[in-house]
């Protein structure tokens, strides 16, 4: 098996921006893949794309939202015509930014999670289902502790649910694509250090009045390890199933969380 896990093979990531996505994409470009990249917004995707590819060799990108289902299926067009295959799916792609209960809910908002995790994630899959059925390949999920334990720092229930939902949605698809070659797994990130929780950190302390250690350190009193993952630990655990070196590996679900749960 070639060091460089990903030679000469595609891989479409959706829900490219400054962090995780990002990520994801610069580890499969690194590890010897073509990286196809998918975001709502062309700026994030350019950016991405010159600074992990600056010669645009191994990468290309188009404009896509996962509730649009032509979208997903030019996303997949496009790394047919440019690479003429696909290997894999991470799907990165998320809303995140509802919290809250039940109490407070809004469905009207609920329900727009459920359509770009859920089922924006499915839509993207079926999408690239054709090409990945000619030669078999690995489709990622990534998902959230948070649908498997409750935090108790912060409530996002629609969030949780959703993933939830995809989580089971994993098993009936390792199932009905294993004949084909194709892997389903996830990755479940915890507290996982980048922008979006860096950003909260921050807010945290200055809304406690408190040094911003003082919140890092409650987010991570309940992990085993000293320091929370990082956004590039749950891109490289991304690429790994990605990649044939998991090729016995499906309907999983991996945890990196720096033993903050363990399963």
Not at 137 to 144: E, H
Not at 218 to 229: D, F, G, S, Y
Request: glycine share 10%.
């Amino acid at each position: 098996m070639s060091a460089a896990p990903l030679t000469g093979r595609t891989v479409v990531v959706s829900g490219v921006g400054a962090g995780l996505g990002h990520r994801v994409a610069a580890a499969v470009v690194r590890d010897g893949g073509n990286a196809v990249l998918g975001a709502r917004t062309e700026a994030h995707l350019a950016r991405t794309a010159a600074a992990i590819d600056p010669g645009g060799e191994r990468t290309a990108y188009r404009a896509t939202d996962i509730t649009d289902e032509a979208q997903c299926e030019a996303l997949a067009a496009l790394a047919l015509e440019r690479f003429g295959a696909i290997d894999a799916v991470v799907h990165v792609a998320a809303l995140d930014t509802c919290f809250g209960g039940l109490e407070d809910a809004d469905f009207a908002v609920w329900q727009r999670v459920v359509d770009v995790n859920l089922l924006g994630t499915l839509r993207m899959t079926r999408a690239c289902l054709a090409a990945l059925k000619e030669r078999g390949g690995a489709v990622v999920f990534i998902g959230t502790q948070s649908a498997v334990a409750a935090p108790t720092q912060v409530r996002q229930t629609a969030y949780a649910a959703s993933k939830g939902a995809l989580a089971s949605a994993m098993y009936s698809l390792a199932r009905e694509l294993g004949p084909y070659r194709i892997r389903v797994n996830s990755v479940l990130p915890g507290w996982m250090w980048g922008p979006p929780v860096r950003a909260y950190v921050r807010s945290a302390a200055r809304s406690e009045g408190v040094p911003e250690d003082e919140v890092l350190a409650r987010l991570t009193e309940r992990m085993a390890l000293p320091e929370p993952a990082t956004d590039g630990d749950v891109a490289d655990a991304a690429v790994f199933l990605a990649s044939e070196r998991a090729r016995a590996i499906t309907g999983q679900s991996l945890l990196v969380n720096a033993g903050e749960l363990m399963r």
